[in-house]
């Protein structure tokens, strides 16, 4: 898929994260938005001690409270190394640990919307009750006009 046939929305795409100690990894493919404003990734680190990270020199705290570090922060290019900034607080000090990220848009797909194994679930009841109510009534009528 090509930059110019992006429209807006929630896609997919793979990111290679190079740099620092290599203990470090992000999960890949990672989610981007495409909106009016520009381009961004939730990118979740493999650790939950990341505290921010810094991008074009600006600071991006975590998105989320629990499990991994998740932060959201803007795509600034495709198929090419982007410097970032991460800090960990895993050791006895904090440090910051420089990377880059690379997002390889030949892989990019949009993000196919799922919907919940229990909303399924209540849909296909619900079909099943529709149907056995059309069955019942139905079937009664035809038994009312056999005895009259």
């Known amino acids: 898929?090509?930059?110019?046939e992006w429209a807006q929305g929630e896609y997919m795409?793979?990111?290679?994260?190079l740099g620092g100690t290599g203990r470090a990894d992000i999960t890949s493919p990672a989610?981007?938005?495409i909106t009016q404003e520009g381009v961004t990734a939730?990118?979740?680190?493999?650790?939950?001690?990341y505290d921010y990270m810094i991008v074009d020199d600006i600071k991006y705290m975590p998105v989320n409270t629990e499990g991994n570090?998740?932060?959201e922060i803007p795509v600034t290019?495709?198929?090419?190394?982007?410097p970032v900034t991460a800090d960990t607080v895993?050791?006895?000090v904090p440090h910051e640990i420089e990377y880059t990220l690379n997002f390889h848009s030949e892989t990019m797909v949009q993000k196919q919307m799922t919907v919940p194994l229990i909303v399924q679930g209540g849909i296909l009841i619900g079909v099943t009750l529709i149907i056995a109510a059309f069955g019942y009534y139905f079937?009664?009528?035809?038994?009312?006009?056999k005895h009259v």
């Open 139 to 145: 079937g009664k009528k035809q038994v009312r006009r």
């Open 42 to 49: 939730l990118i979740e680190w493999s650790s939950p001690s």
């Open 77 to 82: 290019a495709f198929d090419e190394a982007i």
């Open 69 to 71: 570090s998740v932060f």
């Open 1 to 4: 898929m090509k930059e110019a």
């Open 31 to 33: 989610e981007i938005r």
């Open 90 to 92: 895993a050791m006895s």
């Open 13 to 17: 795409i793979d990111v290679t994260l």
